[in-house]
């Protein structure tokens, strides 16, 4: 009986491991799948991907010169940009920011 027991505690912490490791994965887009991007304020910018979906990021700083002056970001091995790792630059005024986490918007309605 306590075999039983021990197989489906150490069944159920694997089952945890592979949902935490899941979780923990960052969201990552392919650069080459961007169709362009809109920068709503100093720390918002939407990505439009070209599958039709778009997906937010919320800077963890603010970027004062972002709506003025647009950014630019340099990758580096894989050619995509993981929330919470990607520094970007602004054109002009210098302004170094981290992305945050990715969030998918809601589709919009036709």
């Given at each position: 009986?306590?075999?039983?027991?021990?197989?489906?505690v150490a069944s159920a912490l694997a089952t945890m491991t592979?949902?935490?490791?899941?979780?923990?994965?960052?969201?990552?887009?392919?650069t080459d799948r961007i169709q362009n991007t809109t920068i709503l304020n100093s720390r918002t910018i939407l990505f439009h991907m070209k599958d039709g979906t778009t997906w937010?990021?919320?800077?963890?700083?603010?970027?004062?010169?972002?709506?003025?002056?647009g950014f630019t970001y340099a990758v580096h091995g894989p050619l995509e940009i993981c929330e919470?790792?990607?520094?970007?630059?602004?054109l002009y005024g210098g302004d170094t920011c981290l992305?945050?986490?990715f969030t998918q918007e809601p589709?919009?309605?036709?």
């Open positions: 009986m306590l075999r039983i027991a021990r197989a489906a592979v949902a935490i490791s899941a979780a923990a994965a960052p969201v990552c887009l392919q937010r990021n919320t800077l963890r700083n603010s970027c004062p010169d972002l709506k003025w002056y919470n790792l990607l520094t970007i630059h602004t992305l945050s986490r589709p919009a309605h036709a």
